[in-house]
């Protein structure tokens, strides 16, 4: 892959990021994901809202090869708050089991009403 290519597509990331306050790159989509850990993850965090974007990796193979060096982290699902890598599967359930997952999203959702 080029610089080029690769700046590009870096571009496109962070535009998805600035654009959504929550979104998860998984495989698959919310409603028929491809993979059990996407699966695990959007159903904890479908239960925590109903209001968060998604990018399905298997069809944006240059997002399924740059995310994971741009994140530094190796897989997916990847779940990213505010522009912040929040984690995987196992932290999303951990988060979701605990409460925090829950508080994190009621958070931005009172921050972006005060915004309004």
């Known amino acids: 892959m080029s610089n ?3 700046t590009d597509i870096i571009s496109r990331i962070e535009k998805q990021l600035n654009d959504n306050t929550v979104i998860i790159y998984m495989k698959g989509s919310p409603e028929h994901p491809s993979c059990g850990f996407s699966s695990q993850a959007v159903q904890a965090l479908s ?4 209001d968060f974007a998604y990018v399905d990796v298997l069809k944006d193979p240059d997002i399924r090869l740059a995310l994971p060096k741009y994140a530094q982290w190796p897989t997916f699902p990847q779940l990213w708050v505010k522009k912040r ?32």
């Open 85 to 116: 890598l929040i984690g995987g599967c196992d932290i999303i359930l951990e988060m979701f089991r605990n409460g925090d997952l829950l508080s994190l999203i009621k958070s931005c959702a009172s921050k972006n009403r005060e915004k309004n």
């Open 47 to 50: 239960l925590c809202t109903s």
């Open 4 to 6: 080029f290519k690769m």
